[in-house]
């Protein structure tokens, strides 16, 4: 079965700092790779998403990721962190198929000045 | 706005009721996919429908069901409440075929 690790519960960054969050997935073949958002009281945004091609995907806010299939990881970064991007990240993988999205546990970013 | 509504916000409730959580999809999307999200558990899968049939299920108990509509709108009937039902539920839809989730707000479900 597949599963997401995201190794970092909470970390924590001074503003205008540079960001990366790790992520790791377990699957045999290459599967559908996601980043998303919560803030709290909120629902999930997608960030960004990597089907195939180009192994370095931008998002929205700033955000980019690269997949690194060697390695079965999927890491968010972020060149230059703002207040606003405190929230909780989610990491998730799909299969090819219509199987359901399996998310990491998330992790907590701070930030602070 | 995701395009995907929920209803209620928060529903508080006693043990042992039930109670029925509300989605309507995006505009277009035909799945939907229903969510746990507790602070022990994270997100967990629970059920997707496509097109007004079950799909995949996950760790979804038995006191727990739903149903996609012909509307395509979607509930989720939660029954014998439990205090470890507390949690936020949320709703996704998606067009299908390993293309982004589009979540909701959430229904926040407290039981007392």
């Known amino acids: 079965a597949q599963s997401v690790t995201q190794p970092d519960i909470h970390i924590t960054v001074s503003e205008g700092a540079s960001l990366e969050l790790r992520c790791n997935y377990s699957?045999?073949?290459?599967?559908?790779l996601f980043w998303y958002v919560q803030s709290p009281g909120q629902g999930l945004q997608l960030l960004l998403k990597y089907f195939s091609g180009d192994t370095l995907v931008q998002g929205i806010k700033g955000f980019e990721a690269e997949f690194k299939r060697s390695q079965s990881s999927f890491n968010l970064r972020k060149p230059s962190v703002h207040w606003s991007d405190a929230a909780e990240y989610f990491c998730?993988?799909?299969?090819?198929?219509?199987?359901?999205?399996?998310f990491g546990k998330g992790t907590r970013l701070s930030v602070i000045a | 706005d995701s395009g995907v509504t929920q209803t209620p916000k928060h529903l508080i409730t006693a043990t042992g009721q039930r109670v029925t959580l509300r989605c309507s999809p995006r505009?277009?999307?035909?799945?939907v996919y229903w969510y746990q999200q507790s602070l022990d558990q994270g997100l967990q899968f629970l059920i997707q429908y496509y097109n007004g049939e079950e799909r995949a299920k996950g760790n979804i108990l038995e006191r727990f069901s739903a149903q996609q509509f012909p509307d395509l709108h979607s509930e989720l009937n939660l029954s014998s409440l439990e205090l470890g039902d507390s949690a936020l539920y949320f709703c996704?839809?998606?067009?299908?075929?390993?293309?982004?989730?589009?979540f909701g707000n959430g229904t926040r479900l407290t039981v007392t």
């Open positions: 998730a993988v799909l299969n090819s198929g219509n199987t359901p999205l399996v």
């Open positions: 505009s277009g999307d035909l799945s």
């Open positions: 699957y045999g073949a290459t599967p559908y």
């Open positions: 996704a839809s998606s067009i299908g075929g390993g293309s982004p989730l589009h």
